[in-house]
Nanobody
Framework: QVQLVESGGGVVQAGGSLRLSCLAS????????MGWYRQAPGKQRELVAT???????NYGESAKGRFAISRDNAKNTVYLQMNSLKPEDTAVYYC?????????WGQGTQVTVSS
């Protein structure tokens, strides 16, 4: 099993920044992809960004140019730097990890962007 714990969410004004962190623990060997997804009320969960163990990244359309995902394998942590936040970025942000054929999720952290 892999446990994922997110932190760093909160309330921020439009145009501001937040940095989310996700700490992985448990059976973390062979975790390849890690990433962030988000889900706003009444909407489906959507991709924000993913990163492989060797640092290759992929971004959802809403995150391109504003968000940056990074990973510290020594600390078993993945980060999401979010800049130029907009009210439409308001959502619960979930950390995700893939180990072999298993997918793990964190409990989520709320990000609220006020206009």
């Amino acid at each position: 099993q892999v446990q994922l714990v997110e932190s760093g969410g909160g309330v921020v004004q439009a145009g501001g920044s937040l940095r989310l962190s996700c700490l992985a623990s448990g059976n973390i060997a062979s975790i390849n992809n890690m990433g962030w997804y988000r889900q706003a009320p009444g909407k489906q969960r959507e991709l924000v960004a993913t990163i492989t163990r060797d640092g290759s990244t992929n971004y959802g359309e809403s995150a391109k140019g504003r968000f940056a995902i990074s990973r510290d394998n020594a600390k078993n942590t993945v980060y999401l730097q979010m800049n130029s936040l907009k009210p439409e970025d308001t959502a619960v942000y979930y950390c995700n990890a893939i180990r072999w054929a298993s997918v793990y999720w964190g409990q989520g952290t709320q990000v609220t962007v006020s206009s």
